[in-house]
């Protein structure tokens, strides 16, 4: 079955740019979404189809998607940006929807 | 305003069945484009999906909880329920439903989500 490979912990000072990477077999032939979960929070789309930014989410946040890594990079970090980011596929062989194991964001 | 809640009891015990409700509002179950996932995250665990539904019905379930889950709907009452059986300890966790895309298969609104404990 696909597995998404993501690293459990990224830190970076504030003001610096986070890169979050989801990797998973040729996975750039797949749409990734990336969600932020805070603690007590539900999880909340940031971009889907590789790089196309949800509805309310600053133009800090970017993604992109190619060979077998998808990047969610977060410029000019916030403290408010420390949480879970997940990324996510549907594999259309299976109709399944997957989830990265999610990495932890925190700002130093 | 798009929205959707869940709703189901706070503690099942071990080999009882959980049913969860998702309600919405804001959008039809009928629209072809859109549908419900469910998905949990068991604590210290990363999210887990677990199944979806769309408009016409098409279904689709995690293969290691395939055996354990239904899902369905009931578009009059904009509800969509999960039921799981023989539930255990391992899914104690915090229950979401999502409005899927059939485009990309995304899901854009999230529920608040419910917290379900396992134990006797």
């Known amino acids: 079955s696909y597995v998404l490979t993501q690293p459990p912990s990224v830190s970076v000072a504030p003001g610096q740019t986070a890169r979050i990477t989801c990797g998973g077999n040729n996975i750039g032939s797949e749409s990734v979404s990336w969600y932020q979960k805070k603690p007590g929070q539900a999880p909340m789309l940031v971009v889907y189809?590789?790089?196309d930014r949800a509805s309310g989410i600053p133009g800090r946040f970017s993604g992109s998607n190619s060979g077998n890594t998808a990047t969610l990079t977060i410029s000019r970090v916030e403290a408010g940006d420390e949480g879970d980011y997940s990324c996510?596929?549907?594999?259309?062989?299976?109709?399944?929807?997957?989830f990265g194991g999610g990495t932890k964001l925190t700002v130093l | 305003q798009v929205t959707l809640k869940e709703s189901g009891p706070l503690l099942v015990k071990p080999t009882e069945s959980l049913t969860l409700t998702c309600t919405v509002s804001g959008f039809s179950l009928n629209n072809p484009r859109l549908g419900v996932s469910w998905i949990r995250q068991s604590p210290g665990k990363a999210l887990e999906w677990l199944a979806h539904?769309?408009?016409?019905?098409?279904?689709s379930y995690s293969t290691s909880l395939k055996t354990r889950l239904t899902i369905s709907k009931d578009t009059s009452r904009s509800q969509v329920v999960l039921t799981m059986a023989d539930v255990d300890p391992v899914d104690t966790g915090t229950y979401y439903c999502?409005?899927?895309?059939?485009?990309?298969?995304?899901?854009?609104?999230w529920g608040k989500g419910t917290t379900v404990t396992v134990s006797s």
């Open positions: 189809d590789d790089s």
């Open positions: 539904i769309f408009s016409d019905d098409d279904k």
């Open positions: 996510q596929v549907w594999d259309s062989s299976s109709d399944h929807v997957l």
């Open positions: 999502a409005r899927i895309t059939m485009f990309y298969y995304y899901m854009d609104v």
